[in-house]
T-cell receptor
Framework: DVKVTQSSRYLVKRTGEKVFLECVQD?????MFWYRQDPGLGLRLIYF???????EKGDIPEGYSVSREKKERFSLILESASTNQTSMYLC?????????????FGQGTRLTVV | QQQVKQSPQSLIVQKGGISIINCAYE??????FPWYQQFPGKGPALLIA?????SEKKEGRFTISFNKSAKQFSLHIMDSQPGDSATYFC????????????FGKGTKLTVNP
């Protein structure tokens, strides 16, 4: 059974803290993604990575950075958390370049910044 | 710029009815159009997908209709069931894969018993 695992389901952090969200996949996927989900705004891409140490900005990268040191692990970093980063964060993975490939999502991390 | 526009934002249907969710896209380079289903507390999961070389794809009670000239595609759920209550996202991408999937804003479907 394929799996994308996010390290936390719920997180509460204080404004200004550095926050790490971790994601691990066990499907040997090249692509990994971080999305942010907000009511009425759908899923918005923050960053994606198609290989180890490779990354590309998505639509809303401001205030975020990412790290991919190993193929199976993709971390999202909030350098200095702010209240407007309170949201649901979803990690996903997929094969690179495959036709009709499917993106597999984790269960999400609900982050609250107070 | 919203590349994939989805409507309606919410939808309520009675059990046994037909649920229809519509999406429109702008980028003619898109060549892969999946629909994802998300239940509360879960991540989205692929439901059904279509490529622009066909006008319709059916899997059980779920059908995608695709109109390339109008740049529109829709999801039809026949004989809707309470278990279909979820949020549905249309999406689009190019290069034939899920690189940079662009999602619609989602439709919350409620199927009443």
């Amino acid at each position: 059974d394929v799996k994308v695992t996010q390290s936390s389901r719920y997180l509460v952090k204080r404004t200004g803290e550095k926050v790490f969200l971790e994601c691990v996949q066990d499907m040997d996927h090249e692509n990994m993604f971080w999305y942010r989900q907000d009511p009425g705004l759908g899923l918005r891409l923050i960053y994606f990575s198609y290989d180890v140490k490779m990354k590309e900005k998505g639509d809303i990268p401001e205030g975020y950075s990412v790290s991919r040191e190993k193929k199976e692990r993709f971390s999202l970093i909030l350098e200095s958390a702010s209240t407007n980063q309170t949201s649901m964060y979803l990690c996903a993975s997929s094969f690179f370049g495959a036709v009709n490939t499917e993106a597999f999502f984790g269960q999400g991390t609900r982050l609250t910044v107070v | 710029q919203q590349q994939v526009k989805q409507s309606p934002q919410s939808l309520i249907v009675q059990k046994g009815g037909i649920s229809i969710i519509n999406c429109a896209y702008e980028n003619t380079a898109f060549d892969y159009f999946p629909w994802y289903q998300q239940f509360p507390g879960k991540g989205p999961a692929l439901l059904i997908a279509i490529r622009p070389d066909v006008s319709e794809k059916k899997e059980g009670r779920f059908t995608i209709s695709f109109n390339k000239s109008a740049k529109q595609f829709s999801l039809h759920i026949m004989d809707s069931q309470p278990g279909d209550s979820a949020t549905y996202f249309c999406a689009a991408s190019y290069q034939g894969g899920s690189e940079k999937l662009v999602f619609g804003k989602g439709t919350k479907l409620t199927v009443n018993p």
